[in-house]
Nanobody, 119 residues
Framework: QVQLVESGGGLVQSGGSLRLSCAAS????????MAWYRRAPGKERELVAA????????NYADSVKGRFTISRDDAKNTVALQMNSLNSDDTTVYYC????????????WGRGTQVTVSS
């Protein structure tokens, strides 16, 4: 059974930092492109950051460039999102996503972790 389990969310003051982690099980992480998404109430789901299966390429939403960093450790089956200089616009639920590099239909989601930034 494949599981993606997010952790690391919580309440932080504006300007602070959080580090989200996604623990993967039941799959070979190196076969998956990984990403973090978020969805604020009333808004569409937004791709926050993505990293290729090899780890040699990353992509970020304009709103988080220079503040967030995605990384992966395939040996530990984890993907992380380091979030710095947080602001109230970053408040929402963050989801871990994995998509197989060869088969797009093989895709998994975590249940999400709440990030709340207080001003």
């Amino acid at each position: 059974q494949v599981q993606l389990v997010e952790s690391g969310g919580g309440l932080v003051q504006s300007g602070g930092s959080l580090r989200l982690s996604c623990a993967a099980s039941g799959l070979v992480l190196s076969q998956f492109d990984m990403a973090w998404y978020r969805r604020a109430p009333g808004k569409e789901r937004e791709l926050v950051a993505a990293i290729t299966s090899s780890g040699d390429s990353t992509n970020y939403a304009d709103s988080v460039k220079g503040r967030f960093t995605i990384s992966r450790d395939d040996a530990k089956n984890t993907v992380a999102l380091q979030m710095n200089s947080l602001n109230s616009d970053d408040t929402t639920v963050y989801y871990c996503n994995g998509r197989h590099v060869n088969y797009d239909v093989i895709e998994y989601w975590g249940r999400g972790t709440q990030v709340t930034v207080s001003s």
